[in-house]
């Protein structure tokens, strides 16, 4: 079965960090585009970052540009988002899903991971 597994979200103080993990199974990552979303309470679904395995491009949205890093793991087919100096305001939803365009538009996205939750909070 095609499907994204999503892991690592938690409870953390405002400046720390987390790693969110995307695993793959029945789908080859390497040759599309993981993209990475949050969702927070009464907002809607933003994209944060996206990684284009073809060609290496990368995007990341203003707000976490300098803190957060987006990573592809060819070996284990693994998608990551290394979120550092993290902010109350990064209190989110985090979803990653993988598509064959590099885009920040959800449609383009067919494959969901399931979410998982960040909280930042002292």
């Known amino acids: 079965q095609v499907q994204l597994v999503e892991s690592g979200g938690g409870l953390v103080q405002p400046g720390g960090s987390l790693r969110l993990s995307c695993a793959a199974s029945g789908l080859d990552l390497a040759n599309g585009v993981i993209g990475w979303f949050r969702q927070a309470p009464g907002k809607e679904r933003e994209a944060i970052s996206f990684?284009?395995?073809?060609?290496?491009?990368?995007y990341y949205i203003d707000s976490v540009k300098g803190r957060f890093t987006i990573l592809f793991d060819t070996t284990k087919n693994t998608g990551y988002l290394q979120m550092n100096n993290l902010k109350p305001e990064d209190a989110a939803d985090y979803y990653c899903a993988t598509g064959p365009v590099a885009t920040t538009i959800e449609s383009y996205y067919p494959i969901w991971g399931q979410g998982t939750r960040v909280t930042v909070s002292s």
């Open positions: 990684i284009n395995n073809r060609d290496g491009d990368i």
